[in-house]
Structures are given as structure tokens and as C-alpha cells.
Nanobody, 123 residues
Framework: QVQLVESGGGLVQPGGSLRLSCAGA?????????ISWFRQAPGKEREGLLC??????GTTYADSVKGRFTISRDETKVSLQMNSLTPEETATYYC?????????????????WGKGTRVTVPS
């Protein structure tokens, strides 16, 4: 079964950093697809954060993370480096792909989603 798998979530203090990873499994030809990161906080809508194309070009969707979050990839995973985290960023973080090689100007419908990894920033 093709799937995306997130890891790296946990508890981090305000102002701290965390690095999330997204890997493909089950035969997913991971390296050919653009990968996006989303998050969903309790009681809020899911929010698109960043995307990285097959060739490694990054696109930032959320103004709130500019200058603090960066996205990168290698042959086996996509990483999301998150710095200066705030309690408002407590959420479940998901990676996803629409199986295209480039990122859209805005986050669009995704075909495959991971199950998410929880990030908690206590107040």
C-alpha cells in the first residue's frame, strides 16, 4: 500500500525548534513528486505551509512561517525544519502529494496524505 509517513513530532518549548520528516513507503516513487506540508490545529481548518518540487525548489504558502520554517529533500525524505515555534503552532502536521512534480502557487487538492505527526508547544 502506497503511503507517506511523517515522523519527528513531539513536545517543544516556545521558541524551540523541531525537524519533521516525510518518507514514502509501499512502492511510492517518492523522488518524482512534489511534497507539501500542512498542519491542522484543534478546532481549525487545515493550513498549507510549504511545498518542495521534485527538483528541490521550495514554495512557502503560509506567511506566518516565512523566515522560520524551511523545507528540503533528499532521495528518501522531505524535511521540515521549524524554528521559533509558538504555542499557537501546536497542531498535527501532515505531508501530502498531488503526484505532480512541481508545486502550485497555492496548496491544492492532494491525492495522498500521511497520517500526521503531532507537535505540541506548551504555553
Amino acid at each position: 500500500q502506497v503511503q507517506l509517513v511523517e515522523s519527528g513530532g513531539g513536545l517543544v518549548q516556545p521558541g524551540g525548534s523541531l525537524r519533521l520528516s516525510c518518507a514514502g513507503a509501499g512502492g511510492l516513487i517518492f523522488e518524482y513528486y512534489a511534497i507539501s506540508w500542512f498542519r491542522q490545529a484543534p478546532g481549525k481548518e487545515r493550513e498549507g505551509l510549504l511545498c518542495i518540487s521534485m527538483n528541490g525548489d521550495g514554495t512557502t504558502y503560509a506567511d506566518s512561517v516565512k523566515g522560520r520554517f524551511t523545507i528540503s529533500r533528499d532521495e528518501t525524505k522531505v524535511s521540515l525544519q521549524m524554528n521559533s515555534l509558538t504555542p499557537e503552532e501546536t497542531a498535527t502536521y501532515y505531508c501530502a502529494t498531488d503526484r505532480l512534480d512541481n508545486c502550485g502557487n497555492v496548496p491544492g487538492p492532494m491525492d495522498w496524505w500521511g497520517k500526521g505527526t503531532r507537535v505540541t508547544v506548551p504555553s
